[in-house]
């Protein structure tokens, strides 16, 4: 089976503080994202919400409680379990398998083969999430199951914390809520019981992965004295609808979609794969910086002779006119389509590749 794309979500559940500690830090050296709960309600809660891949959990704790967890884990889509046996006599090791976990392990175990054998586990058995939400909020798109966030197709890393936040932020369809709501939804995820400020800390370091602007939000507003929601239609920033943006991402031919200042917007995958770039280098980038586009008599096409300047100040399409681009270190002739998408100036630019010899025919 291929490796993961992302690295595993695991939810440890030990009602032992200094085992837990143990646990998660062997797991978080092996690359994976983990929920440590202490008690079997926050861990029933975190199940639900975190939706991890694998989980691992003491049934004895809270004197037998922790088998709720794994019934809980077997009933949600039969999650991976791992259960941490304390009993010398065999009986929870029996009645784990019997009701369906996945492997079990004597304490104390090794750390690192804890960790190995639950990473591989995650990687054997991650369940199908086809029912699982995939959120969108303008060009921010949050895929639950497959636990990525893009904005205008730009792939955003989170930590498990920020994950967490906007995942909520988007359930709540708009609502603001409060710091003790959010403090509840990442409580399992951090070290320490998490504060208001560090809720704050939180959503801050979220913004700036978002690429926000604290002071005319996109994504995340501070609702000053009661906590955070998804920005308003007031205060976000104009872009090109979300659902355009998904049409125009599935197209075959490279498409761009630039401002008024000829500055990359977007760019579908076709696109990067054309010109050779990974989108990083491609958004917020001048597009003649990156095409240098030339006529066909090899002058470059700037300042007035600009096809994208002249659609700009004007409502006309320029339909396959013919070019050079830079692709890598070469020239390669193509057809260039602009079109105005946008009553603040944004426009299309389609890239199709020109047959040199009918060129010249």
């Known amino acids: 089976m291929a490796a993961l794309q992302e ?6 559940a030990d009602d032992d503080p200094s085992y837990l500690a143990r646990v998660r830090g062997a797991l978080r050296l092996a690359g994976a994202h983990v929920a440590a709960c202490r008690s079997v309600k926050v861990a029933l809660e975190a199940l639900e919400f975190h939706m991890p891949n694998v989980v691992v959990v003491a049934p004895e704790m809270e004197g037998g409680r922790g088998w709720d967890i794994v019934y809980a884990a077997r009933a949600q889509g039969q999650l991976p379990t791992v259960a941490l046996d304390r009993d010398e006599t065999g009986v929870t090791r029996r009645t784990a398998f019997t009701a369906g976990v996945d492997d079990v392990l004597a304490i104390p175990a090794d750390d690192t083969e804890l960790a190995t054998r639950v990473v591989a586990l995650a990687g054997r ?13 303008r060009g921010l798109v949050m895929d639950v199951a497959a636990h990525t966030v893009r904005v205008h197709a730009r792939a955003v890393a989170l930590t498990a914390q920020q994950f967490a936040i906007l995942r909520a932020l988007f359930e709540a369809n708009g609502a603001t809520l409060s710091r003790d709501r959010l403090l509840a939804r990442i409580e399992s995820l951090d070290e320490e019981p998490p504060s208001d400020r560090a809720i704050d800390l939180h959503v801050t370091r979220l913004r700036r992965r978002l690429g926000d602007d604290a002071r005319k939000p996109r994504w995340v507003e501070a609702v ?18 979300g659902d355009a943006e998904h049409v125009l991402a599935a197209l075959p031919d490279p498409l761009l979609v630039i401002d008024t200042e000829r500055r ?24 003649g910086d990156i095409l240098r586009c030339r006529d066909c008599h090899g002058q470059l096409l700037e300042g007035s002779r600009c096809f994208a300047r002249a659609v700009a100040s004007g409502d006309a399409a320029l339909r396959d006119v013919p070019a050079d681009i830079a692709v890598g270190d070469e020239r390669v002739p193509v057809k260039l389509t602009y079109a105005r998408v946008h009553s603040d100036g944004l426009m299309t630019l389609e890239i199709r590749p020109r047959d040199e010899d009918a060129a010249l025919s």
């Open 7 to 12: 690295p595993p979500f695991v939810l440890v």
């Open 125 to 137: 058995g991650r369940r199908s999430d086809a029912g699982t939400p995939v959120y969108r909020h």
């Open 224 to 241: 000053y004295g009661v906590g955070y929601r998804l920005a308003t239609g007031e205060t976000a920033s104009s872009e090109f609808a």
């Open 264 to 287: 990359v917007r977007f760019a579908n995958d076709a696109a990067t794969r054309f010109l050779a770039l990974p989108l990083a280098d491609i958004l917020g980038q001048r597009c």
